[in-house]
């Protein structure tokens, strides 16, 4: 392996995570500016309000992998080989997790890797092939990631520079639930 990954957990209030992190507008207008807006079932924009779906859960199990290279001079290329294997450690616990809790996970931004690169369904106006498997992420549902990582996680997210990886890469997900907290 050619990184090490730390996890750091929290769980917030449902109330308080809608109230101070979330701005709808703001997300919205950046998704916009993305080729997946319309074009991804995960993505905005959505038929309902979102908001409905959330009010039924009173905590939020946030997780952020903190992904150090090895080799501090890793190009950016190769984020994507990086971030896979945690990708799907990542996306294969938040589903169990979902089905455990009865609650509502919340993904990734970026590639979907359920039809092996194939266009998209929502482009031809069908249903998701592996609607059971894919979930919004929370910028989708305009969550503050940027914010929710430093002032819930305590990390302060790192980009790269002159075509290099940052000292580590930050993935976020989360779980809306109700109930005993719950072991990641
Ligand atoms: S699984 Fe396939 S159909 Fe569903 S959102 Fe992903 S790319 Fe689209």
Redesign the pocket.
């Known amino acids: 392996m050619d990184y090490d990954v730390e996890d750091v957990i929290a769980v917030i209030d449902r109330e308080r995570y809608v109230r101070d992190f979330r701005d709808v507008a703001t997300f919205e207008e950046c998704c916009r500016q993305c080729p997946n807006y319309g074009n ?3 993505c905005p924009p959505f038929d309902h309000d979102t908001l409905h779906d959330l009010l039924p859960y009173s905590k939020v199990m946030i997780v952020g992998m903190k992904i150090s290279p090895r080799d501090s001079k890793m190009p950016l290329n190769r984020v994507y080989d990086l971030m896979r294997p945690e990708l799907e450690r990542a996306n294969e616990r938040l589903l169990s997790l979902e089905k455990q809790s009865g609650g509502m996970a919340f993904g990734f931004v970026g590639k ?4 092996g690169g ?5 482009r031809e106006g ?6 059971d ?2 979930r919004p992420s929370l910028e989708a549902y305009g969550f503050n990631v940027s914010l929710t990582a430093s002032e819930v996680l305590g990390i302060d997210m790192q980009w790269g520079k002159d075509g290099n990886m940052p000292r580590y890469l930050t993935l976020v997900c989360a779980l809306f639930f109700n109930g005993p907290d719950l072991q990641w």
Do not use: N, T
């Not at 979907?112 to 039809?115: Q, V």
């Not at 194939?118 to 929502?122: G, K, L, S, T, V």
């Not at 069908?126 to 609607?131: D, Q």
């Open positions: 991804r079932w995960g979907c890797p359920y039809c194939a266009p998209c369904a929502r069908k249903p998701c092939r592996h609607a498997m894919v």
